[in-house]
């Protein structure tokens, strides 16, 4: 796993990572937050943490604002690839049975 944002070669890593930095946990608790559709990351950015505390919020936006280019070159480059894998493959016609 990447340490900075600028080493993350996908969307998934630039969450995670900038996740990381923000609240300062492991990936795997970065991770974490992603489960049960994001309900729990969901409940940090609407509510806050402890007692309503929104820093560690805002300090994951502050974090991410200056590379927001870099993210949205991740997403579209992961958007062509996907639809690159959506794409049917052409049958090879064959000869056989001829």
């Not at 937050?33 to 919020?57: A, P, Q, R, S």
């Not at 997403?75 to 049975?97: A, F, Q």
Request: aromatic residues 10%; contains cysteine.
């Amino acid at each position: 796993m990447p340490t900075t944002l600028e080493a993350c070669r996908t969307s998934f890593q630039f969450i995670i990572v900038s996740l990381s930095m923000s609240f300062d946990m492991k990936p795997k608790q970065a991770a974490a937050l992603l489960t049960n559709n994001n309900k729990y990351l969901t409940h940090l950015c609407v509510k806050g943490g402890k007692g309503g505390d929104f820093e560690n919020v805002k300090k994951w936006y502050e974090l991410i604002l200056p590379y927001t280019s870099h993210l949205v070159n991740l997403v579209s480059t992961e958007r062509k690839d996907i639809l690159s894998y959506l794409t049917p493959l052409v049958p090879i016609s064959s000869k056989v049975g001829e």
